[in-house]
């Protein structure tokens, strides 16, 4: 059973934040005792909306932990995958990757609306839209209002994407006629010219009827 509080349960990606330690380290034993300093990769792992609970881990043993959880499917191939890139993008000195749209690019909430948001630890605006209970009393005053906005987004950004995948199929559908329409004119080029080839036969040389 994993000692994960139930909050992180869900496969549903955390928010993570990685960091280097230094982890006390003793070799020896009696009087020949060596104390020494490593540097400790750790891991950060809250869930979406409570800036109070936290998992802190070194990265080997999160990363088996998930592997572990992964192969008696516990978690999602996306939930593994996330982490993973997650941590490479951490490595590379690039910022970790957001499940959805940063809750910044909302143009409908304000610089300090943003800021309530994301010291309530909600980092997308997805995130916000669905927002439970729990999250809604870690932002405080005026979150409900938040979320509204925050789906009123979500739902532009629908409707504008299923606006755009129909227009996509109205575009491969006016394609599709066309190349039809091109064919056809090249067929009909292709008769014209095969007619034009054939001998032309002069009536007055056909030989007269027979009449009774």
């Known amino acids: 059973m994993s000692n994960m509080p139930i909050t992180l349960m869900d496969d549903s990606p955390p928010y993570l934040d990685f960091s280097i330690t230094a982890k006390r380290m003793v070799k020896g034993k009696g009087n020949n005792v060596e104390v020494f300093f490593e540097d400790s990769e750790i891991v950060t792992i809250t869930p979406m909306g409570d800036?109070?609970?936290q998992v802190i881990k070194e990265v080997p043993d999160w990363m088996s932990h998930l592997e572990e959880r992964h192969h008696h499917h516990m978690i999602s191939d996306d939930y593994l995958n996330?982490?993973?890139?997650?941590?490479?993008a951490w490595q590379e000195n690039r910022e970790a990757p957001i499940n959805g749209t940063p809750v910044d690019q909302c143009a409908s909430l304000s610089p300090a609306e943003v800021e309530m948001v994301k010291h309530?630890?909600?980092?997308?605006i997805e995130d916000l839209a669905a927002i439970n209970d729990e999250g809604l009393q870690a932002?405080?005053?005026?979150?409900r209002k938040l979320k509204e906005k925050a789906k009123a987004y979500v739902d532009s950004i629908e409707s504008r994407s299923a606006t755009s995948e129909r227009m996509e199929s109205l575009q491969g559908d006016l394609e599709t006629a066309n190349e039809e329409?091109?064919?056809?004119?090249?067929?009909?080029?292709?008769?014209?010219?095969?007619?034009?080839s054939l001998p032309v036969v002069d009536a007055s040389l056909?030989?007269?009827?027979?009449?009774n």
């Open 82 to 88: 996330f982490c993973k890139k997650s941590y490479k």
């Open 120 to 124: 309530a630890n909600i980092r997308s």
């Open 206 to 211: 056909q030989p007269e009827a027979i009449s």
């Open 139 to 143: 932002i405080g005053m005026g979150a």
């Open 181 to 196: 329409r091109d064919r056809m004119a090249d067929r009909l080029e292709a008769m014209e010219a095969r007619l034009a």
């Open 51 to 53: 800036n109070k609970t």
